[in-house]
């Protein structure tokens, strides 16, 4: 699904940052991967959520009107329900890609991401979490947990599927009376192929290098 003209979710992952986590292009690793974003208003505001398998079929969206007392809650909460919807759709063993543009809370989830899978080291370094958003981020780690793999990549706002249906969920609205879809990607390839950079290609003046 091109997300209202956007690329596919897994082409933004694939394209965009991962702090604190290398991230090789190898989009075929993640098999679900969910775009969030999070509105604030004094008028209110409202969470917008987008996921889609690793083949681009769209496995559930959100747009829902919501009042927060600031952007950061309401970065948190759309996170948190976003990650909630796909927990109830996906495998335990989902490797997941999360699509955000807040930098602090991607910085975050993969500093959860990697204190998952080291529980006796904790996160490399410490989390940065507004006091207002603990409880949403308990749930938020609990989730992240609960998948074999999760990262998170840092996207710019404008480029975020998941912004429109959190500004204007009074627009979006019908997105929410979608039937409910539990897909599985298509079969997982491994990728075992090095594929040298162009500069090593010809090193040994093969005639047929460039076949």
């Known amino acids: 699904m091109a997300a209202y003209g956007r690329p596919t979710l897994r082409d933004l992952f694939d394209e965009s940052p991962t702090p604190h986590i290398a991230h090789p292009p190898r989009t075929h690793h993640r098999d679900y991967y ?61 490797r997941v890609g999360v699509l955000i543009d807040h930098d602090d809370l991607a910085a975050n989830v993969n500093r959860a991401a990697i204190a998952a899978r080291q529980p006796t ?24 947990a609960g998948f074999q793999e999760l990262r998170a990549a840092r996207i710019d706002s404008a480029e975020n599927p998941a912004h429109c249906l959190a500004n204007a969920p009074e627009q979006y609205a019908h997105v929410n009376r979608e039937p409910a879809r539990c ?29």
């Open 121 to 144: 080291l904790g996160p490399p370094h410490p989390y940065r979490v507004p006091s207002a958003t603990r409880h949403h981020w308990r749930g938020i780690r609990a989730r992240i």
């Open 183 to 211: 897909l599985l990607p298509g079969e997982r390839v491994e990728e075992t192929t090095q594929i040298p950079p162009p500069s090593r290609a010809n090193r040994h003046g093969n005639a047929n290098a460039s076949d």
């Open 34 to 94: 969910l775009a969030c974003d999070g509105s604030f208003r004094d008028s209110g505001g409202g969470l917008g959520v987008v996921i889609e398998t690793r083949d681009g079929q769209c496995v559930a969206r959100r747009s829902l009107p919501d009042r927060v007392p600031d952007n950061n809650v309401a970065e948190y909460r759309a996170l948190h329900l976003g990650l909630d919807l796909l927990a109830a759709r996906a495998p335990r063993d989902a």
